[in-house]
């Protein structure tokens, strides 16, 4: 512990040796007109009394060495000598004189700084501050060169880098009051003053009230950093000499006048503008006349700028130290200001913030709780990013947490939110920085959006768009725009853009998502550009154009743009005429892929021509060779879209005639029938498909080629476990086998086979019973299923299907069907099977046996051995038929309860199930039955006003004339006992007239009947006979 004593002593010698160091300080100032030098060394000497009086003032007593002391002593004095040799110097030797001064004085500063850097560490452990001034202080000394006329090297060295120190550690960000502060009894204001008054005697320091329009900028610090211990102490107050006398500012630019005055050059210039006459020019602090002519004063320049760097190192080295403490809100924006300040303009500065690791401490602080924090420090980090080199906006991206600043974006304060965007815009000048903001999460989303609300922010959208653009030099950013529903970069870029450029962008058209309300948009801007890459020679940009178009193809509103841009010659050229090497074999696909989009989307292209020779979509040219390419096995995915085209073109009537006509000429049927085995699925769904639109005009030619393939036709029927898990192919190959010729007895018997009839029957089951837990493709399969049921029933007189009809019960399948179903085309389908059994029904039905009456009493015995039943067993006898009915063995219908059922389908809003109904029904009013019980059957059953209602609601000339066959038919055999209630009803007839009127010959001829029977006509037919004869 030190002692009292030693203080003293100490502090005795440290007062000498400032009045010393102060009396060396005047002379040398009289001595800086005749060499700049001397300056140099009074500056020096000013900083080594600072020094002495940091350790004279410290909060922690500290003894320095007396041989310290006592040779910085020694080296003042030597100064002191040299002062006075050179003011006794003069005549012609002078000027040899004073230079040897100046290398004596060289010597006395290098020797300080050698005595400096002699004080043992132990002395200064408690005041760490002073042992860094003191480092610095002699690195610099020791480095000096005076007299030599260097002024890079000073530049230099005042530019050299100054370690920082350990930050200490952080503070968390939940204290939010002042951990640290300042000592009432010392801080910097009294230092200010304390050492003002020891230094009293040396000239060179202004006061206080004199540099106060300067002490923010360079001198002094804010009142909440100077609160900060142990680092405000490193600023260097200016000296009296740096500020000009006009503007009270320190000087930039300082110039000298004949009277040994120095002022800012602008500032003397200005003053020498207010005299008119030259002549009156005085000096404004002398009054003693001048001329204008002026000497650039370049050593004090140089001193200026070296005392600027050594003050802007301790702000730096300042808000060092208050950003890593985490202090109060006021701490750390004034150290934000005062590095922006620091760093503004100033490159060197930029790199000691980047070094001093403060670039780090900031990115805590854009999640700080105040909006002046995170203004101020937005303001800062696009100080340091403006710069020449992209040195410093790479390092901002690589240490700030780039979506703590995107979210800023989103800030309800507009300050903040101009800031982060503005910052952005200085960043996206850097390439690196482009790809950094664009990988960060939703910045490319916030930056659209903004864009967009120019109404809202009309800066912001002003500097979002130029983000957005310097945000297009990375291909990835600009995937993100369109994705974010900012589309002409990459459209612009795909038709302006380099080639390789190009073919990114087609492949982001196929990757992103766009909304359909754009769709149509991209597709007439990008199509012209991707035709173009078609064409190409180069591979790759051919691919990504042929991928690209088959994905605009998919939106069918875009199709007619394709074929605008003439797609179609293009496409068709590419399967028909190029060569099939590695590469254009894709290409053939693709340009499959993309003809049968287009045709799928439903416009009229039957004219479409496909090349210069006028041959169309529809030409016997095209189908040609698309049937061709499908019999010469193509790949599998090229022959689903072969599939598609075909299916496409077979809905249109002249182009599935060529189609049919060209099957024929090339026997292709073969060829699409094994497409149906092909284990891809897709592909042998859409063969399928393809033979169902083919069925009706070569429909016997495919059941016989079919039964000659391997596997089929019991191949076709695949019935799943589950109803869940029924296919597409399970529907359209039940519908196939449904869509064939029913009348065509080879398939018929080839599909005769108990366990396929039973595995059709339990499929319907398993539906029926499932419900609602069914796959999509189950009611096209049920439809397909009961088709194939209803195709027996039209060759019943093979004996195999009449065996199958009656063991299977179909008369009770069809029946349950009517009623179990909500399927039109299943309820159809039912009433045409009761139809087809129904007609055999009076075949079947025969009246009962007679027994041999003779041979029986011949036989007779005792009454009481009689073994006849007390009670003969009756047989009913069908009323209808007029023989022994069931609905299992004959098929009726009355047995099965199916009339009901079949009136009931009357009332469906689809004209094919009522006139199915009606076909099934009519087949109990032939005349081979007993018409009149038929009829009073019906009648109890209302059927004639469903009829009626039927005929009302349904136009369709065959369900006409099937309900005027019925109607007929009651007023026939029923008399007037129905004629009164038809002829009441005034819309049927005014039906029957309009049906005499525009109705074909059938039709027409029931209407007449109709109205000849209701007493509405005379018949016309004896009057066209009288007519005649006449």
């Known amino acids: ?69 006592e040779s910085l002593s020694e080296s003042i004095d030597a100064a002191k000598n040299l002062v006075e040799i050179s003011q006794e110097s003069n005549g012609p030797e002078s000027t040899t004189d004073l230079r040897s001064v100046e290398a004596g004085l060289g010597s006395v500063v290098k020797q300080m700084g050698d005595t400096l850097q002699s004080i043992p560490e132990s002395t200064i452990d408690e005041e760490e501050y002073i042992g860094v001034i003191i480092e610095t202080l002699s690195n610099e000394m020791q480095n000096a060169n005076i007299g030599d006329g260097s002024k890079s090297e000073i530049i230099q060295n005042a530019q050299l880098k100054i370690s920082a120190r350990p930050p200490p550690e952080l503070v968390s960000e939940q204290i939010e009051t002042d951990l640290y502060p300042t000592d009432p009894e010392f801080s910097y204001e009294s230092y200010l003053s304390e050492s003002q008054s020891q230094m009293s005697e040396i000239p060179d320091i202004p006061s206080q009230s004199t540099i106060a329009s300067s002490q923010r900028k360079y001198g002094h610090l804010s009142e909440s950093l100077s609160m900060l211990p142990q ?61 204008t002519g002026l000497s650039p004063n370049v050593v004090l320049k140089t001193i200026i700028q070296e005392w600027k760097v050594r003050n802007e190192a301790a702000r730096i080295k300042v808000a060092h130290a208050a950003l890593s403490l985490g202090g109060s809100e006021s701490m750390v924006i004034d150290a934000l200001r005062d590095l922006q300040m620091t760093c503004e303009g100033k490159e060197y500065n930029k790199v000691k913030v980047r070094e001093a690791g403060i670039i780090q401490l900031l990115d805590r602080y854009l999640t700080y709780r105040s909006k002046d924090v995170r203004y101020e420090l937005l303001q800062l980090l696009k100080t340091l ?5 992209d040195e410093g906006k790479e390092m901002i991206v690589k240490t700030i947490t780039m979506s703590s600043v995107i979210k800023l974006l989103g800030s309800s304060h507009q300050p903040v939110r101009h800031a982060a965007l503005v910052l952005l815009l200085e960043l996206s000048k850097s390439q ?142 590419e399967m028909f005429t190029k060569r099939v090497f590695s590469d254009l074999m894709n290409s053939r696909n693709d340009a499959a892929t993309i003809l049968a989009n287009i045709l799928e989307s439903g416009v009229e292209h039957e004219t479409f021509e496909v090349n210069t020779h006028g041959h169309t979509l529809g030409s016997d040219y095209f189908v040609y060779n698309i049937i061709q390419m499908l019999k010469n096995s193509s790949p599998d995915d090229l022959n689903i879209d072969l599939i598609r085209i075909l299916l496409s073109l077979s809905k249109l009537p002249r182009a599935m005639a060529t189609i049919v006509s060209v099957i024929k000429e090339t026997d292709a049927s073969f060829a699409m029938i ?178 041999n009456t003779k041979f029986m009493g011949s036989l007779s015995m005792p009454r009481s051995f009689s073994l006849r039943s007390p009670k003969k067993k009756q047989i009913e006898i069908c009323a209808i038929h007029r023989g022994v009915c069931s609905a299992k063995t004959t098929f009726c219908l009355v047995e099965a309860n199916a009339v009901t059922q079949l009136l009931a389908c009357l009332q469906s809003d689809k004209v094919e199930v009522v006139e199915s109904a009606l076909s099934a029904i009519c087949t109990l009013l032939d005349d081979k039955v007993d018409v009149e019980k038929s009829l009073s059957m019906l009648s109890g059953m209302n059927a004639v006003q469903l009829i009626l209602n039927a005929v009302k609601e349904h136009k369709k000339e065959s369900l006409l004339q099937k309900a005027f066959w019925m109607i007929d038919k009651f007023l ?22 309009s049906a005499f009127h525009r109705g074909d010959g059938n039709t027409r001829q029931m209407a007449e009947n109709i109205l000849r029977r209701l007493d509405k006509m005379p018949s016309f037919s004896i009057y066209m006979t009288e007519k005649n004869e006449m």
């Not at 207010?274 to 404004?284: A, L, T, V």
């Not at 093979?798 to 009623?819: C, G, I, K, W």
Request: with cysteine; net charge negative; aromatic share 6%.
């Open 1 to 69: 512990m030190s002692t009292q004593e030693d203080i003293d002593t100490t502090d005795s010698l440290i007062g000498s040796l400032l009045g010393s160091i102060s009396e060396v300080i005047r002379s040398l100032g009289s001595l800086q007109a005749e060499t700049e030098s001397f300056l140099d060394c009074a500056c020096y000497f000013y900083r080594v009394s600072v020094v002495l009086m940091e350790i004279q003032t410290g909060e922690s007593a500290v003894i320095c060495s007396t041989d310290v002391l």
């Open 231 to 291: 680092v405000t102490q490193f600023m260097e107050p200016p000296y009296q000499a740096f500020i000009c006398p006009l503007t009270k500012e320190i000087m930039e630019d300082p110039v000298t006048t004949e009277t040994g005055v120095t002022c800012e050059r602008e500032a003397v210039t200005e003053w020498f503008d207010r005299f008119g006459d030259s002549d009156e020019i005085s000096c404004p602090v002398t009054g003693q006349k001048l001329t």
């Open 385 to 389: 990013a403006d710069e020449d080199t």
């Open 432 to 573: 690196h920085a482009c790809e950094t903001i664009g990988t960060a999460t939703g910045a490319i989303l916030m930056l659209v959006t903004s864009k967009y609300n120019k109404e809202l922010d009309a800066f912001a959208s002003e500097t979002a768009d130029q983000i957005l653009r310097n945000l297009e030099k990375i291909p990835d950013n600009i995937k993100q725009m369109a994705e974010n529903g900012l589309l002409e970069p990459l459209l612009s870029q795909l038709a302006e853009g380099s080639e390789e450029t190009q073919v990114a962008m087609a492949a982001y058209l196929v990757e992103i998502d766009i909304g359909h309300e754009k769709k149509t948009y991209v597709a007439e801007k990008a199509c012209p550009a991707l035709i173009v890459l078609v064409k190409s020679e180069n591979t790759e940009a051919r691919r990504a154009a042929f991928k690209a178009l088959a994905h605009i193809s998919l939106y069918h509103p875009n199709n007619q743009i394709l074929v605008e841009v003439g797609i179609i010659k293009v496409m068709v050229e």
């Open 674 to 851: 094994e497409l149906i085995n092909n284990p891809h699925e897709e592909l042998g769904v859409g063969a399928l498909k393809l033979l169902i639109e083919l069925t009706p005009f070569i429909g016997h030619t495919l059941s016989e080629r079919l039964c000659k393939t391997r596997g089929q036709p019991e191949n076709l029927i695949q019935c799943p476990t589950e109803a869940n898990q029924i296919t597409e192919k399970h529907a359209v190959s039940a519908k196939l086998l449904a869509k064939l010729p029913h009348q065509n007895l080879t398939l018929n018997l080839a599909l005769v086979n108990e366990s396929i009839v039973s595995e059709v029957l339990h499929a319907i089951h398993l539906i029926q019973r499932s419900g609602t837990r069914t796959s999509r493709y189950a009611n096209d399969f049920l439809e397909g299923l009961v088709g194939i049921l209803v195709r027996f029933t039209t060759t019943l007189y093979e004996p195999q299907m009449m065996y199958l009809a009656r063991n299977h019960d179909l008369t009770s399948v069809f029946t349950d069907l009517l009623m179990k179903t909500s399927s039109d085309e299943v309820q159809r389908l039912s009433a045409t099977g009761l139809e087809n059994l129904s007609s055999t029904t009076m075949t079947l039905s025969r009246p009962p046996q007679a027994r």
């Open 972 to 993: 026939i055999r029923g008399g007037e006992k129905y004629a009164f209630g038809i002829s009441q009803d005034r819309m049927l007839s005014g039906m029957l007239v």
